[in-house]
């Protein structure tokens, strides 16, 4: 049973390019959350996706927008890149079942996203 | 808000001896509360949740925390330390009964030296 895949694993890009970043939910998962974690910090909440919306949205800005498909996987996408950018980004899924309930998130092992 | 505060960032501790990661968090209402793990260029793990009953509570690889109300606490331990055991460690909580996201705590070291 395969768990949460992302890729790509690594990235670069500078300054003012866009990234697209993609996601696979585990098997039987219907909802997709992002996160963004900078170097030593803990992860910070962007986005949650489900029925192909945006559910819910952290404290991010409108360069940060993302997209789910009818089979849940998801995509990140970031405009106008930014040095602050730079970060493990975290993608983790879950039941729509789970979200009231005490299910834990399951994450992938991310997209290590650096600008020049 | 809710809020999770972790307030070591590197804890060090010698192989068989036991360890405590620290946690104390803030939230309305009763809480959810996670930990999870996090090794080298791997995304999280989960280790072990409180969501209500007994105040310990048994998780993965021989981990346990120990939820304090009073002291809105929820402390990571484990009676004998591994070497393999270390990693980053994260404390996470969100209401109970809401959809909303977990926030996290910024993250403790561990180091179990040999």
């Known amino acids: 049973d395969a768990g949460v895949t992302q890729s790509p694993t690594h990235l670069i890009k500078t300054r003012g390019q866009q990234v697209t970043l993609r996601c696979s939910p585990k098997?039987?998962?219907?909802?997709v959350s992002w996160y963004q974690q900078a170097l030593g910090q803990g992860p910070q909440f962007i986005f949650q996706?489900?029925?192909?919306?945006?559910?819910q949205r952290g404290n991010f800005p409108d360069r940060f927008s993302g997209h789910q498909f009818p089979n849940y996987s998801s995509e990140l996408n970031v405009n106008a890149l930014l040095l602050g950018d730079s970060a493990l980004y975290l993608c983790?899924?879950?039941?729509?079942?789970?979200?009231?309930?005490?299910?834990?998130?399951?994450f992938g092992d991310g997209t290590r996203l650096s600008i020049l | 808000a809710q809020s999770v505060a972790q307030p070591e960032d590197q804890v060090n501790v010698a192989e068989g001896n036991p360890l405590t990661v620290k946690c104390t968090y803030s939230?309305?209402?009763?809480?959810?509360l996670f930990w999870y793990v996090q090794y080298p260029n791997r995304g999280l793990q989960f280790l072990l949740k409180?969501?209500?009953?007994?105040?310990l509570v048994k998780g993965s690889y021989g981990f346990e925390a120990e939820f304090n109300k009073s002291q809105t606490s929820f402390h990571l331990k484990k009676p004998s330390a591994l070497v393999s055991d270390s990693a980053l460690y994260f404390c996470?909580?969100?209401?109970?009964?809401?959809?909303?996201?977990?926030?996290f705590g910024s993250g403790t070291q561990l180091t179990v030296l040999p």
């Open positions: 983790a899924s879950s039941q729509k079942s789970g979200w009231y309930s005490n299910q834990p998130q399951h």
């Open positions: 098997s039987g998962h219907d909802t």
């Open positions: 996706y489900y029925e192909e919306e945006e559910r």
């Open positions: 939230v309305s209402g009763n809480p959810y």
């Open positions: 409180y969501i209500t009953g007994d105040n």
């Open positions: 996470a909580v969100r209401p109970s009964g809401s959809a909303r996201q977990l926030t």
